[in-house]
């Protein structure tokens, strides 16, 4: 089992800052991946960023590149996605994921566990 928690969700203007951090616990031994999606009202859930855990190979989708970085801490166990020149439309729920195979791309929605979700809300 795999636990994910996130924390830094909040609301801000647009063009501000805001940095969320996952904090894995359990049996992450196995991690091939973590990674961030999002879901806003009325739309499906959309990836956002990923990252593998043992060589820090990163995707991005193609809205938040050059925004948003995501980075890990493989001994706390830990992923943040630091997000700048936040608009509106990057108002959602953000999810962080985690998965132990590879036999996926990145981007593709299979990951093994999620956490709760942390809201983010840029105000125009």
């Known amino acids: 089992q795999v636990q994910l928690v996130e924390i830094g969700g909040g609301l801000v203007q647009a063009g501000g800052s805001l940095r969320l951090s996952c904090a894995a616990s359990?049996?992450?031994?196995?991690?091939?991946?973590m990674g961030w999606f999002r879901q806003a009202p009325g739309k499906e859930r959309e990836f956002v960023a990923a990252?593998?855990?043992?060589?820090?190979?990163?995707r991005y989708a193609e809205s938040v590149k050059g925004r948003f970085t995501i980075s890990r801490d493989n001994a706390k166990n830990m992923v943040y996605l630091q997000m700048n020149s936040l608009k509106p439309e990057d108002t959602a729920v953000y999810y962080c994921t985690q998965r132990s195979s590879s036999s996926y791309s990145l981007y593709n929605v299979n990951y093994d566990y999620w956490g709760q979700g942390t809201q983010v809300t840029v105000s125009s």
């Open positions: 359990g049996r992450t031994f196995n991690t091939y991946a």
């Open positions: 990252i593998t855990w043992s060589t820090g190979r990163t």
